[in-house]
């Protein structure tokens, strides 16, 4: 697929967008729409680290399990198994931004297979701007979620 880059001005702090990627509880299809119920399910979580399986209603369903951790301002995650990655990695970056808010990067860099194979195309032209579309989504939603995100 490609490695797909992007990043988003936020009015959020940083920690507040962290806390949001790093939220592995039963809210989390909540925060980042994109996830479907039917898929999210967490198998191990440590301290800086979490185990867990999310995927979309998309093409009858795709999904990954992968392995996340975090530190600082950025939390990485590697493909453990997936239906349509072969490998690859996902990371979050949230650094305080001149206008107080914060600037959001994420990298995408995974290798499909089967059914990802015919996504890949899309995402290599319409990808970012897909992305980072979820991803302004997410921050509105968070913006507006009572609680520690």
Known sequence: MGKI??????DLP????????TDFTERR?????????????VHEQGDGWCECTEG?????GIWAHERYEWSGNAIHGTVVDS????????ELRAEPSKSGGSRVTVVNDRVPKGKGLLFA?????MG????????RKTLDIIRTTPGPT
């Open 14 to 21: 940083p920690e507040r967008v962290l806390a949001a990627a």
């Open 56 to 60: 979309s209603d998309t093409a009858g």
């Open 121 to 125: 195309p899309i995402m290599l032209l």
């Open 29 to 41: 299809p909540d925060l980042w729409p994109g996830i479907s119920r039917r898929f999210y399910k």
């Open 128 to 135: 970012k701007k897909i992305l980072a579309g979820n991803l």
């Open 5 to 10: 880059e992007f990043t988003v001005e936020s």
């Open 83 to 90: 239906n349509v990655f072969k490998s690859g990695t996902w």
